[in-house]
């Protein structure tokens, strides 16, 4: 986005505060835009800030806080242009008004895709950069000398020629300049140069840290209000399954147990206490429905049958997909190739596993029209619109508050919680909380889309690939969510098949992808497509290298035209001292482009006496772009490394009938502390102009680093997700030593 026309923003016409006294107002353009500042005695130089008499800095962070760090990342980045001291700073969740929206998700409030601090960057450098220019102005006009011989130093306007400071607080207390005003304020304020930053770049406490250490952090399933009642859900064996009889009198016969409420695919118990709830959903006696509200194709749903349908779509040229991908002449590749190799890859449904367990609260008003949500919620503009789908009124009617989260990884961006607690709080005319147990979202949740790969590789006689044909065929969470859309994008879903384009100059390509509907609600999980699809690409591309006789490192060196590729697999390779180990080491590279960042990966693994694989370290070289806060950067990357080791080796949702094989969290065996591995990030320094996407990109590389590993110790490829199915199966029943 260019400076120009960035500037017609709706920020960046804010007007000022009245003074020392009086209430702060910001206006767009021509509409006004609630802030959270009205009750900030000081100066508002736009929508994001506020400067109090006090000298406290009041930044409006629009980007949920899931446990990432963006409640002090995006703060960080105005706080730089503006030349706030940042121990004065503090910060505040905006209301819903779409001039906060993120500009990479059309100014909706979704924080999701690592897109935070790469779509907040333009907007908040240019806020604080605006905020400095009034201060400075208005210091200026104050002492009667120009703006250019004035300059800042954090919380403080300083005229060195003169020997005399102001703290901001004593600014903010002047009347202060419009930034419509004077002529010095008019077009986008100059932003600091990248040598100038005090901030950026440095890793200062979170700010939200004391607080979560000491307990005073409040998360969804903290809130009370006045009323509040508690719902407990009661669902059928099948994802969708409707009520068709329901028996509630040992339910209502539980104490504390004040009324059941039908929805349209599970029955809830409403009391006035957790404890009660559970007890009279336990006491309901339902039938449900055989198939669900999905034409009854989820009922009769096996996963590992799928797997084998969809590996049979794979492989059938006259199955047409949705074309990510066409470059060169394919089929004269192919045809000419001296060597043809191809591999089939088959991966599991996963689930979340957040740790805050699913929740959302509701409160009805205004005869029933109106609606307060408060929630842990990762997008506001989509839990507004199921608010106001659910209780079928204007969306202008819906108020959406976002809490603290803890963990979300996707889940909580359709936020079916949020619905049932406005149908529930709509049928009562209570305040209604509704909380999921963990085990009622592993059997009820959202997975991530099962799917089966073929990838193809044309080799002419020096081993290098010059033809490469990889085909996804899988569900879609676009076309779940959003049908029209992704009939329009003529059956598109970019996160189904993020990371299948890769970064490899290969000469002529083909990539493909197939949708084949599950009725199983697939949903977003952290890195969504590319937890699979980058698997496929770095083994198949380990199994070239073998083939061809080629150093794992160098085969893939010799593809890579971008210099930030090859410099993160130099690196994470020299961490690993790869090439100082035998030829046997139990050691797997990977490599990925992911959300605008190069990450590399180098796993080590551990077979033991017994076949049990673990994985004790980890190894990663990230160029991330610009890292604004780069203890919270390697934070994202180890977390999302331990998350992908944990799906990598043992972590899978099987359905039969339409049931998932899960009852609880004991049937979904996540990494246990024991099983972490030691895990070394590596940041490196990056020549981008503004920062890359973190919060996935630890999850593509880890389960080919960890399958290549496997390979180079024990000479067997694993195909399947995740491994330890692979691992049970006997060396003997594996084609090619590939299962």
């Not at 009660?276 to 509200?293: F, I, P």
């Not at 809490?403 to 990884?409: E, H, Q």
């Not at 998932?660 to 590596?682: C, K």
Request: proline residues 7%.
């Amino acid at each position: 986005m260019d400076r120009k026309s960035f500037s017609r923003r709706t920020f960046l016409l804010g007007a000022g505060a009245a003074g020392a006294g009086g209430a702060a107002l910001a206006f767009t353009v021509g509409l006004p835009v609630k802030t959270p500042f009205a009750a900030i005695r000081g100066v508002v130089p736009n929508i994001w800030v506020a400067v109090g008499t006090d000298g406290i800095v009041t930044i409006a962070c629009p980007a949920a806080e899931l446990g990432q760090g963006a409640g002090t990342a995006l703060p960080m980045v105005l706080a730089e242009e503006l030349d706030a001291d940042w121990s004065r700073v503090r910060v505040v969740a905006p209301p819903f008004d779409h001039a906060y929206g993120n500009p990479k998700f059309f100014d909706r409030f979704v924080t999701a895709d690592s897109r935070s601090t790469a779509g907040y960057w333009e907007p908040l450098r240019a806020a604080g950069a605006e905020a400095r220019a009034v201060l400075l102005e208005t210091a200026a006009r104050h002492w009667g000398v120009p703006a250019a011989e004035l300059a800042t130093e954090p919380g403080a306007v300083v005229d060195t020629r003169r020997n005399r400071r102001m703290d901001y607080g004593a600014v903010a207390a002047l009347d202060p300049v419009s930034p419509k005003g004077p002529a010095s304020l008019k077009g986008p304020a100059p932003l600091k140069p990248r040598e100038a930053w005090r901030l950026i770049g440095t890793s200062p406490e979170r700010l939200d840290l004391a607080d979560k250490v000491t307990g005073r952090a409040r998360y969804g399933v903290d809130v009370r209000m006045e009323g509040l009642r508690i719902a407990a859900v009661a669902r059928g064996p099948v994802p969708g399954s409707a009520p068709v009889t329901v028996d509630d009198r040992a339910a209502r016969a539980v104490p504390g147990v004040e009324a059941v409420v039908a929805l349209p695919d599970g029955v809830a118990v409403v009391a006035r206490d957790t404890w009660a709830a559970e007890q009279g959903r336990d006491a309901l006696s339902v039938t449900w429905s055989d198939g669900g509200t999905d034409g009854g194709k989820a009922a009769g749903y096996d996963s590992d049958a799928a797997l084998r349908a969809f590996a049979a779509v794979a492989r059938d040229p006259a199955r047409q997909g949705y074309e990510a991908r066409r470059t060169g002449d394919v089929a004269a590749a192919f045809a000419g190739a001296a060597r043809v190799l191809e591999a089939e890859f088959a991966s599991h449904h996963v689930a979340h596993a957040a740790m805050e367990p699913m929740n959302a609260t509701a409160r009805v008003h205004t005869m029933g029209l109106g609606v307060d949500v408060v929630a842990p919620m990762q997008a506001r503009s989509l839990d507004m619109r199921l608010a106001a789908r659910a209780a079928k009124t204007a969306p202008f009617m819906i108020d959406v508050t976002g809490t603290l989260v803890g963990g979300a990884f996707g889940r909580r961006v359709d936020n079916d919680a949020s619905r049932d607690a406005v149908l529930i709080a709509k049928a009562t005319g209570l305040p209604v909380k509704v909380v999921r147990r963990h085990a009622d979202d592993l059997t009820h949740g959202q997975y991530r889309p099962l799917a089966a790969q073929r990838l193809r590789a044309a080799l002419d006689a020096q081993g290098r690939i010059v033809g490469w044909s990889h085909r996804i065929v899988a569900d879609s969470v676009i076309a779940r969510l959003f049908p029209d859309r992704f009939e329009e994008e003529k059956h598109l879903d970019q996160t189904v098949i993020d990371g299948q384009e890769h970064a490899y100059a290969i000469p002529s390509q083909h990539l493909d992808y197939v949708r084949e509907d599950t009725g199983i609600p697939v949903g977003f999980l952290r890195g969504v497509g590319g937890g699979f699809t980058v698997w496929a690409i770095e083994c198949f591309l380990d199994e070239i290298a073998a083939v061809a006789g080629h150093d794992p490192l160098e085969f893939r060196l010799g593809m890579l035209p971008d210099a930030p590729a090859r410099r993160v697999l130099t690196e994470a390779a020299s961490m690993a001292g790869w090439g100082n180990r035998p030829p046997n080491a139990p050691l797997g590279l990977a490599y990925c482009r992911f959300r605008g960042a190069h990450i590399a990966l180098v796993a080590e693994v551990d077979m033991g006496r017994t076949g049990d694989l673990r994985v004790p370290k980890v190894w990663a070289a990230v160029d991330a772009g610009i890292a604004v806060h780069p203890d919270a950067v390697r934070a994202q990357v180890e977390g999302a490394i331990v998350m992908g080791t944990g799906m990598a080796l043992r972590e899978a949702v099987v359905f039969r009938n339409g049931v998932p094989q899960v009852e609880s969290l004991a049937d979904y065996p996540i990494l246990g502390p024991r099983d972490v591995p030691d895990i070394s990030v590596r940041l490196i320094p990056s020549d981008a102009g503004q920062p890359a996407g973190v919060g996935e990109i630890g999850v593509p590389p880890t389960a080919p680093a960890i399958g290549n590993a496997v390979f180079a110790a024990t000479g067997r490829r694993l195909r399947q997700l995740p491994f330890a199915g692979a691992l049970a199966t006997p060396r003997s029943a594996c084609a090619g030593n590939a299962c």
